[in-house]
C-alpha cells in the first residue's frame, strides 16, 4: 500500500517504508533526472528561514504531506491552492515517480519534493516554518510488538510541534480503528496541540478540502471507516 510508511524507536527517529516497487515506465524514469534534480530538496545546505523562498513564485504559506502514497492529495491541494507552497515527502521510488508524472503534466510550480526520509527533512525544516502538516493513512503497525514504529509518538510529535507555526495545523487519517485511539490518546497528551472537534461526529467526516485517494476508496470498499482528525498547534 503506497501511503504506508513507518518508523523506528530510534533518537532519530525514521519513518519509511518500501523504496521501490513496480519497474518504472521510460517516462517515469526518465523524470527522474530531468525534473527530479530541480524539484528535490538538497538537505546538504541550510534551509531557508523562511521556506517560500524555495518556491519561483510568490507564495502566501508552506505546507507539507508527509508519506504521499499516490499523490492525488498532494496534487489536489496543490492545484487547488496556488497561493500556497507544498513539501511532498516520501521514500517509496513508485511515490515520487507518479509525483513527478503529476507536476509535469499540471505545470505545477508550487510543490518541491524530498525523496528519502522523513525524519530527515524534519530535522532540516527551520521552527515555526509550516502552516499545515499532513499525515494521511500511514502505516498502523497493526502487531504490539510493532506499535513503537507507529509515525505518531509522543517524540515526534514534538518534533512535528517544533516545525508548524502556532495556530498551524496538523491533518491526520487513519483506516485503523486502534490507531486511530492511539493516535488521539497520545494528542491528547501532548501540551503542543489541541484537537479542534466541536462535535462527537468530527472525526467521521472529512475536511472541507480534502481531496480524497485511492487508497481510501479501496478501504471504504473493504468496509474500513477512515477516522479524520484536525490538530491545531498551541
Known amino acids: 500500500m503506497s501511503e504506508r510508511h513507518n518508523g523506528s524507536d530510534q533518537a532519530k527517529r ?70 500556497s507552497g507544498f513539501i511532498g515527502s516520501d521514500a517509496f521510488v513508485n511515490a515520487i515517480s507518479k509525483a513527478l508524472a503529476a507536476i509535469d503534466a499540471g505545470k505545477l510550480a508550487n510543490i518541491r519534493l524530498h525523496f528519502g526520509d522523513a525524519s530527515e ?54 483506516d485503523i480503528a486502534d490507531y486511530a485511539v492511539w493516535a488521539l490518546a497520545r494528542m491528547l497528551r501532548s501540551k503542543d496541540f489541541a484537537w479542534t472537534a466541536e462535535v462527537a461526529s468530527d472525526w467521521r467526516k472529512a475536511w472541507p478540502d480534502y481531496s480524497a485517494t485511492r487508497y481510501e476508496a479501496k478501504a471504504k470498499r473493504e468496509g474500513r471507516v477512515p477516522a479524520y482528525f484536525i490538530f491545531r498547534r498551541v
Open 14 to 83: 525514521a519513518f519509511f517504508g518500501r523504496r521501490k516497487g513496480h519497474a518504472l515506465k521510460p517516462r517515469q524514469a526518465a523524470l527522474f533526472d530531468t525534473a527530479l534534480p530541480r524539484l528535490a530538496l538538497d538537505l546538504t545546505k541550510p534551509a531557508p528561514a523562511d521556506l517560500r523562498a524555495l518556491f519561483d513564485s510568490s507564495l502566501d504559506e508552506v505546507r507539507l504531506e508527509i508519506g504521499f502514497g499516490g499523490a492525488e492529495h498532494l496534487i489536489a491541494q496543490a492545484q487547488a491552492h496556488p497561493r
Open 121 to 174: 527533512l524534519i530535522d532540516w525544516l527551520p521552527a515555526g516554518a509550516l502552516a499545515r502538516i499532513d499525515l494521511l493513512y500511514p502505516d498502523p503497525w497493526p502487531k504490539r510488538r510493532h506499535w513503537k514504529r507507529r509515525f505518531i509518538q509522543d517524540d515526534s510529535l514534538k518534533r512535528l510541534a517544533r516545525i508548524l507555526n502556532v495556530g498551524g495545523e496538523l491533518r491526520f487519517a487513519t
